[in-house]
């Protein structure tokens, strides 16, 4: 079945394609999302449990934050190429495609998509799932210290600061540094 501009148009109760910002069609047996090519400034999208085989029809859509496309039917990790140019992309869930079984596919996705912060609800910090994470975990008493924790917040917060408050963040560590080293 293909995706009709009714159907968007009804579901997103937007005036005309431009103006969807979001739009789901989960479960609607959908395979031709052609009609997408269309929503240039569409920022959420869920088409997951549907029968989609190509992602080529969202390539324009520059404005896309979080795309939902569970359980379809993607057979090869190129088909995330076509999202490779979308500067926004930050968050993706694709569990349930044949293209995506392991952890080296998760690492794949990673190479492709570089910028996402979300992948199937676990979050991404430089590249690595947070689960992935090499944070100083230590075992006490039977319960994990928070320093782990801790350190992965840091490193996400981290990544969504601009470049002046990355200098604000630099300069109280250069300060916290330089009242330890005194009372050392």
């Known amino acids: 079945m293909a995706l ?6 009804t579901k997103s109760k937007a005036s005309n394609l431009s103006r969807v910002k979001s739009l789901n069609c989960w479960g609607l047996n959908v395979s031709d999302i ?8 569409i920022e ?3 088409l997951s449990v549907n029968r989609i085989d190509t992602l080529k029809d969202l390539a324009n859509c520059k404005m896309l934050r979080e795309l939902y496309v569970r359980k379809n039917l993607l057979v090869d990790l190129k088909e995330l190429e076509h999202l490779s140019h979308l500067p926004n992309l930050r968050v993706l869930w694709l569990q349930g495609n044949t293209c995506y079984q392991n952890s080296t596919d998760r ?16 979050a991404v910090v430089h590249g690595k799932s947070i689960e992935e994470f090499d944070g100083k ?3 006490q008493k039977g319960t994990k210290t928070r320093q782990g924790n801790v350190l992965k917040c840091v490193f996400l917060l981290l990544d ?12 109280r560590i250069k300060e916290k540094s330089s009242c330890s080293s005194s009372s050392a």
């Open 34 to 41: 052609t009609i997408l090519q269309k929503t240039p400034n």
């Open 160 to 171: 969504e600061l601009d470049d002046e408050e990355l200098a604000l963040v630099e300069k």
């Open 44 to 46: 959420v999208l869920n």
């Open 107 to 122: 690492d794949r996705v990673l190479q492709i998509l570089p910028n996402l912060k979300k992948l199937d609800n676990t």
């Open 4 to 9: 009709t501009e009714e159907i968007v148009l």
């Open 137 to 139: 975990e230590t075992e």
